[in-house]
């Protein structure tokens, strides 16, 4: 780089040209997608925190337990519909047609109707509906750019390199999850990304933070037990910082404790394994059996690793384990979501700082994954039933394949690819911790020390 740098000395400053080309490219692109496309999810997320405002609910579990254990499913944790809440708090100032949109959606499934985003479009159309899915997603936009402001720090601090914000900015997950989806998972994943910078530093403070994700989605209480016992030796200092990563999550299901424990108990369980279209049966019940057995057998044996390992680098320590155990859910787990990939990806970037090899692993597993699992009609053209109501009835990409040759080999072929490429790496990580020199330290540090004995005895 140097020497091509005497040699052309304006090569400096086209890359730079090119790599804040690229990033105004990437929120072009995020700016384009965000009114135009829409998933049942996103709204969803929506409509119960609008009940703050026209039904004056502040407990939104124990004003919707009945309802929604009729229904089988359970709205995220109790701080995603305060979050949420806040912001259509100045939504009002900037769209008269956002919050009577949502009241009508909610009446909508409150009445039985379990449709797609188009159904809910057709049944409830909106004159601004452009504006108003931009201002749902806007929340995303906002967490989307911190993420990238974290990620100049870890660069700053030598942990990156600069392309690592690349990765992030034109990661398929983010913009297929989040922008035509919307989903909500970029939030959580921001706050893992800023819990691993501040856990260099500050311990309680990082896992503080961690807890914070953890409250927004549950996934990221895999990444706390390995974190805590790495970090901490004494059964004391192991409970406080349990306590204090669960602290986020307890404040705000305070209303619901307080008035319908069941409900409460009730929040703790991910909706997505709450309801299954037929009852699980014969093989299909067992293999679900396996799989939890699988992962909680794994997941085991990291946070044995977590208890027994000695490293110098303790942070190296935990960002590896915790990627290795999120990997594990991914190959195990009964039932997962394409935008569930967004929860591994700050500690993909973080673990591998070659950013060719982190985006590569990113592209592997969107494709391979959304080979068998993006397979719906509304999750596909069907997302831009925003701008044309005709989209929701367009033949599928796997259905034209099908026409031509059987898509279920490749949705199969997919299964094993994503399935092996999560086991290749939770191996990769796990011999690079055992067999590199900051998991070898304390054997060597006794073997001084026995060398030293012997010295000092002859």
């Keep these: 780089m140097i020497k091509n740098y005497y040699k052309n000395p304006d090569l400096p400053i086209k890359a730079l040209a090119m790599f804040s080309a690229l990033i105004i490219l990437a929120f072009v692109v995020r700016l384009a997608l965000m009114p135009i496309s829409v998933h049942s999810d996103l709204f969803f997320i929506n409509y119960f925190p609008n009940l703050i ?21 359970s709205y995220y ?23 009577p ?10 009445s039985g109707v379990n449709g797609q985003s188009y159904d809910y479009l057709s049944k409830a159309p909106n004159e601004h509906i452009y504006k108003d ?7 995303y936009l906002l967490f989307d750019l911190s993420s990238i402001y974290v990620i100049m720090i870890y660069a700053k601090k030598h942990l990156l390199r600069k392309n690592a914000i690349l990765v992030w900015l034109f990661n398929p997950v983010i913009l297929y999850g989040v922008y035509l989806m919307g989903q909500y998972d970029v939030i959580p994943a921001f706050f893992v990304l800023l819990s691993f910078l501040l856990i260099r530093k500050n311990v309680y403070l990082g896992i503080i933070v961690l807890g914070v994700a953890a409250a927004f989605k549950n996934f990221a209480f895999i990444f706390i037990l390995p974190t805590i016992l790495i970090y901490m030796k004494s059964p004391i200092e192991r409970l406080k910082l349990a306590i204090v990563s669960f602290l986020p999550y307890f404040v705000f299901l305070c209303p619901t404790l307080i008035h319908d424990p069941t409900a409460a108990i009730f929040s703790f369980l991910p909706k997505v394994y ?14 679900q059996y396996i799989k939890y057995g699988l992962f909680m057998l794994g997941y085991g044996v990291f946070l044995t690793m977590s208890f027994s390992l000695k490293s110098r680098d303790k942070w190296r320590l935990a960002v590896g384990l915790c990627l290795a155990s999120i990997l594990l859910f991914f190959s195990f787990a009964p039932r997962i979501s394409f935008h569930y990939l967004l929860w591994g990806v700050p500690l993909i970037i973080i673990w591998y700082k070659n950013s060719k090899t982190s985006f590569l692993i990113i592209l592997i597993q969107s494709i391979s994954l959304a080979s068998y699992k993006l397979l719906a009609i509304q999750l596909q053209l069907g997302l831009f039933a925003p701008i044309n109501l005709a989209f929701s009835v367009s033949t599928t990409f796997n259905g034209y394949v099908n026409n031509f040759f059987p898509y279920r080999i490749i949705s199969t072929m997919g299964y094993f690819i994503f399935l092996f490429t999560n086991l290749f790496l939770i191996t990769q ?11 070898l330290v304390k054997n060597i540090e006794k073997k001084r020390e026995r060398k030293q004995l012997i010295f000092q005895s002859s």
């Design 133 to 139: 899915i931009f201002l749902a997603k806007f929340p």
């Design 429 to 439: 990580i796990i011999l690079n911790l055992l067999f590199s020199e900051p998991a």
């Design 53 to 73: 405002y026209t039904k004056n609910v502040f407990d939104i579990f124990s004003f919707t337990h009945n309802d929604l254990s009729k229904l089988n499913v």
């Design 274 to 287: 709450l309801s299954y279209r037929k009852p699980l049966e014969d093989w299909a019940l067992y293999s």
């Design 77 to 99: 944790p109790p701080i995603t519909f305060y979050f949420f809440g806040l912001f259509q708090y100045f939504y009002h100032f900037l769209s008269q047609s956002f919050s």
């Design 101 to 110: 949109w949502m009241t009508q959606i909610y009446n909508l499934r409150m």
